[in-house]
């Protein structure tokens, strides 16, 4: 089986056991995901599966959708709520101070990853470091906040909720965390929904709940299975020949000047051909359109 389920993840449980769980219900051996989400958090996690898992490489950078909810005048060492409280402070903080704090973080920003994420340094998780009470300096990444936009605050809970649109690898709990440090009394991260991945929302997820449910019921996956080429609508599409589909899905690189779409030097594509649909992935070198990665039949 190829192509891919979008799973709404439910709370206390790993992007890597989901895995298995899909592994196990759909019995596929390869299986993938695009993009660790935190234990704590649901919402949007696709999974690769089958022929799919071949193009984890090359997906492209997206945006991401989240729905945060804090807690104003704490701080804990993993900047959520599962954390060893570091901090209480009093709070004095209205709805027009919070608002002009946030708009300080829409745009290009920059964020120190936090100790707890998987992120690596020198092939070794963050997390696994901050399990071991270590501590290391982090480099400061850029990231883009498209959208933050407030739900809901109350002022006497100091509970927020906020709509984030943001670039690949920006970190909710470090945003939250700065907001709190920006504000003077701290913040702490206290649910966190993602709502958007790879240009999938939460209307094209399904839980494992309802996976187990269609397994055991015989029912299939089609209905719920979104196709490969679905992860690469911003790239260009290119339509090709018979004889060019044959030679590319063969691994041949096609001449530019016989490919009527224009790409520029270096730019990914889609490729289609006309019988067998989406092809794969090419990219432009020179004045030629190269292989990156064929969707197999037999995938």
Do not use: W
């Given at each position: 089986?190829?192509?891919?389920?979008c799973?709404?993840?439910?709370?206390?449980?790993t992007?890597?056991?989901?895995?298995?769980?899909?592994?196990?219900?759909?019995?596929?051996k390869?299986?993938?995901?695009?993009?660790?989400?935190?234990?704590?958090?649901?919402?949007?996690?696709?999974?690769?599966?089958g022929?799919?898992t071949?193009?984890?490489?090359?997906?492209?950078?997206?945006?991401k959708?989240?729905?945060?909810?804090f807690?104003?005048?704490?701080?804990?060492?993993?900047?959520?709520?599962?954390?060893e409280?570091?901090?209480?402070?009093?709070?004095?903080?209205?709805?027009?101070?919070?608002?002009?704090?946030?708009?300080?973080?829409?745009?290009?920003?920059?964020?120190?990853?936090?100790?707890?994420?998987?992120?690596?340094?020198?092939?070794?998780?963050?997390?696994?470091?901050?399990?071991?009470?270590?501590?290391i300096?982090?480099?400061?990444?850029?990231?883009?906040?498209?959208r933050l936009?407030?739900?809901?605050?109350?002022?006497?809970?100091?509970?927020?909720?906020?709509?984030?649109?943001?670039?690949?690898?920006?970190?909710?709990?470090?945003?939250?965390?700065?907001?709190?440090?920006?504000?003077?009394?701290g913040?702490?991260?206290?649910?966190?929904?993602?709502?958007?991945?790879?240009?999938?929302?939460?209307?094209d997820?399904?839980?494992?709940?309802?996976?187990?449910?269609?397994r055991?019921?015989?029912?299939?996956?089609?209905?719920?299975?979104?196709?490969?080429?679905s992860?690469?609508?911003?790239?260009?599409?290119?339509?090709?020949s018979?004889?060019?589909?044959?030679?590319?899905?063969n691994?041949?690189?096609?001449?530019?000047?016989r490919?009527?779409?224009?790409?520029?030097?270096?730019?990914?594509?889609?490729?289609?051909?006309?019988?067998?649909?989406?092809?794969?992935?090419?990219?432009?070198k020179?004045?030629?359109?190269?292989?990156?990665?064929?969707?197999?039949?037999?995938?």
């Amino acid at each position: 089986m190829t192509g891919i389920i979008c799973i709404n993840k439910d709370k206390s449980i790993t992007s890597f056991g989901v895995v298995a769980k899909v592994r196990g219900i759909c019995r596929e051996k390869k299986v993938g995901h695009t993009g660790t989400l935190d234990p704590m958090a649901t919402g949007v996690l696709p999974i690769l599966l089958g022929g799919a898992t071949r193009f984890l490489n090359f997906l492209p950078d997206s945006d991401k959708g989240y729905r945060a909810e804090f807690m104003l005048g704490k701080t804990t060492d993993t900047l959520d709520i599962t954390g060893e409280v570091t901090g209480e402070y009093e709070v004095n903080v209205g709805v027009d101070e919070l608002e002009a704090v946030l708009d300080c973080f829409r745009g290009r920003i920059e964020q120190i990853p936090p100790m707890y994420s998987a992120k690596s340094v020198d092939g070794v998780r963050l997390y696994e470091l901050a399990r071991k009470g270590e501590s290391i300096n982090r480099k400061p990444c850029q990231v883009e906040i498209k959208r933050l936009n407030l739900v809901d605050f109350d002022e006497k809970s100091n509970c927020c909720t906020i709509d984030v649109l943001c670039s690949k690898g920006t970190y909710i709990r470090s945003l939250i965390d700065d907001i709190g440090q920006k504000l003077g009394c701290g913040a702490v991260m206290t649910s966190l929904i993602r709502t958007r991945a790879m240009g999938f929302t939460l209307e094209d997820c399904v839980t494992i709940e309802n996976l187990q449910d269609m397994r055991d019921k015989d029912k299939g996956f089609r209905e719920i299975l979104h196709s490969v080429d679905s992860m690469f609508s911003q790239y260009k599409r290119v339509d090709v020949s018979p004889a060019q589909s044959t030679r590319f899905f063969n691994g041949g690189a096609l001449d530019i000047a016989r490919i009527r779409t224009s790409i520029e030097l270096d730019e990914i594509c889609t490729v289609y051909g006309s019988e067998r649909g989406f092809l794969g992935l090419g990219q432009r070198k020179d004045d030629e359109l190269r292989v990156l990665r064929v969707l197999a039949l037999n995938d």
